[in-house]
């Protein structure tokens, strides 16, 4: 628990002295406790009764003090620094990505299911790095901004699905898209990694036209080609059957996208083939990323301010009953 005006709390600083003030000046008074009972002494509830609605009075003003202090559940504000870089993740969800032609745990799996596989180890390695993610189909939208929250990342890429904006593919919108994102940043190494497993079809901007801008920025685009040429299998969405087509990668345009702008071109026809990326960024210069975490805080004054209430109900109803005082 913390405290929206701690300064506030100086004032319990008070009740010691008030309590001190109490009992000098009931001392100093030497008045007798006054009892109804025929020829006896004040018993210990006598006094009790005598005393308790000034016990009540202090820890009521003890209450109050609290509230003024506005007590809060929540962490505080914190801001740090770290060496890291800014890395976009572009996914090809396009149709294509549905072939079954990768091995995953010694298991068959789509392309994308692959894909997913290996991001999440990436993403599970780079601790001090802002990850975002770029989904692209027919056209290229933001999945995740860039971010240090991974966890968060981590679960929207494990809702990523195949078609889910087309089955076209629109490697240019993603690129200009990752661009968009990145060249406002600060950081000395601006990342793109392009997971792709076929050609440009769809998508307004040519994917030449997205390379100048990402020369122009200086984002390096890492491109892999994602899974095998020629016929490979897939499952016919419709009859859940079984099917072979045909497929292969534009390697001429993910080479020349890497080399352009001072990154590398990789083939992952398994997981193997991703850890040469970790090697390479991991070489990169870091940059100082400030970091500000703002976390959310909740007032429970209303806690204390109704036991506070319920305090002075009480107190007021005792003077007024059974400690009525004549």
Do not use: C
């Not at 002494?41 to 509230?67: E, K, N, Q, T």
Request: charged share 20%; hydrophobic share 45%; no cysteine.
């Amino acid at each position: 628990m913390s405290f929206a005006y701690p300064y506030f709390l100086l004032l319990l600083l008070l009740i010691p002295v008030l309590v001190f003030l109490f009992f000098y000046k009931s001392k100093q008074s030497s008045i007798e406790l006054s009892t109804v009972k025929h020829g006896g002494m004040a018993s210990f509830w006598d006094y009790f009764g005598y005393y308790l609605p000034y016990i009540l009075r202090f820890l009521l003003l003890l209450l109050l003090i609290f509230i003024i202090a506005r007590p809060q559940l929540g962490r505080s504000y914190t801001e740090s620094k770290h060496k890291g870089l800014d890395i976009l993740l572009a996914i090809d969800t396009s149709s294509s990505m549905a072939a079954t032609d990768l091995v995953v745990n010694s298991l068959s799996a789509t392309r994308l299911a692959v894909v997913k596989h290996i991001v999440k180890s990436f993403i599970q390695k780079r601790t001090n790095d802002r990850i975002g993610v770029i989904v692209f189909g027919e056209e290229a939208f933001t999945q995740s901004p860039l971010t240090l929250d991974h966890g968060a990342v981590l679960t929207m890429i494990e809702g990523l699905e195949i078609g889910m904006i087309g089955g076209n593919t629109s490697i240019g919108s993603a690129i200009a898209l990752a661009v968009k994102r990145l060249k406002d940043l600060e950081a000395k190494s601006r990342i793109m990694i392009l997971m792709t497993d076929g050609h440009n079809t769809a998508g307004v901007i040519d994917p030449l036209t997205a390379l100048e801008l990402a020369k122009h920025y200086k984002v390096k685009i890492y491109t892999i080609g994602i899974g095998k040429d020629g016929e490979v299998p897939m499952i016919n969405p419709a009859t859940q059957t079984p099917v072979l087509v045909k497929t292969d990668i534009d390697e001429g345009l993910l080479i020349n996208l890497a080399e352009s702008t001072g990154g590398e071109y990789f083939r992952a026809q398994s997981g193997e083939d991703l850890k040469k990326i970790y090697d390479n960024i991991d070489k990169l210069e870091k940059t100082e990323l400030k970091v500000k975490k703002y976390n959310v805080f909740v007032d429970i004054y209303q806690n204390f301010l109704w036991i506070a209430f319920f305090i002075f109900l009480v107190e007021l109803l005792l003077l007024n009953t059974v400690f009525f005082r004549f």
